[in-house]
């Protein structure tokens, strides 16, 4: 379950202290062709790029370490992080785009990514797509490592999207979580967003013509300890 601060209680949220820069861990990631335009240390750190996708760093979970986000572009960007093996979610940064549009009003909403993850820790790559109020939360998780788990309960396996997940339904109390997980780890593909949709909404009734807010990506961390490397080598997000 990722976090999005600027739209939940604050009770539900640990705010940190000073997060600690990993500026050697910039020059080594940043892309030798492309130079750095962006990068944060801090909790909330957040920036808009030009064709309108916003970096986020989102550290949120309690007990948290060291983090840094880094961007050559909204396509390419990545996250240095060092979170303890304290159980829990720690953080999720993500790149968003807004859709703004409702189920019934779209002919397409897709998404691309490659990424680059490692091989130790306790994490998952996954989408994180809200409608506009907030009140249903859709996480398609592409890979996942370590000892990191989906709320609620299997409603089964279903191949939608061009991958074959099973789905989670369940809730965290303040909204409904569900959750797709991919049957076996992917890190690059493209995902038919809204034949999803539509079988949650049209098949299974899971969910109303909700209007479609943001469709973020990320890399949802519980553990990195000692400092792990999580890049996005391309993303994008298009609709009509």
């Known amino acids: 379950m990722a976090q999005e601060p600027q739209n939940r209680s604050l009770s539900r949220r640990t705010v940190l202290g000073s997060v600690v820069a990993a500026g050697a861990a910039l020059a080594l990631t940043a892309s030798p062709a492309q130079a750095l335009v962006w990068s ?17 760093n989102n550290i949120w979970g309690s007990g948290a370490g ?14 240095w992080a060092n979170h303890p093996n304290t159980g829990g979610i720690k953080s999720y940064p993500n790149a968003k785009k807004v ?18 993850v490692p091989s130790s820790g306790a994490y998952n790559t996954s989408y994180d797509i809200w409608d506009t109020n907030y009140a249903n939360e859709i996480m398609l998780w592409v890979n996942y490592n370590g000892a990191v788990g989906p709320l609620g309960g299997s409603i089964g396996n279903v191949t939608l999207g061009a991958h074959t997940w099973t789905v989670y339904v369940g809730s965290n ?16 593909g493209t995902v038919d967003i809204l034949s999803i949709l539509k079988w949650m909404k049209n098949t299974k009734g899971l969910i109303g013509d909700v209007t479609i807010g943001d469709v973020q990506f990320g890399y949802e ?11 996005t080598n391309s993303y994008s997000v298009s609709s009509s």
């Open 40 to 56: 944060s240390s801090d909790q909330w750190g957040n920036y808009t790029t030009s064709d309108g996708y916003v970096l986020y």
């Open 66 to 79: 060291a983090q840094t986000i880094w961007a050559n572009s909204s396509s390419n960007w990545g996250v």
């Open 221 to 231: 961390i519980t553990s990195s300890s000692g400092g792990l490397d999580f890049v």
């Open 173 to 188: 109390g303040s909204n409904n979580v569900y959750s797709f997980l991919r049957t076996s780890d992917s890190t690059s």
């Open 99 to 116: 859709v703004g549009r409702s189920i019934s009003s779209l002919s397409s909403l897709s998404s691309s990514y490659n990424v680059t």
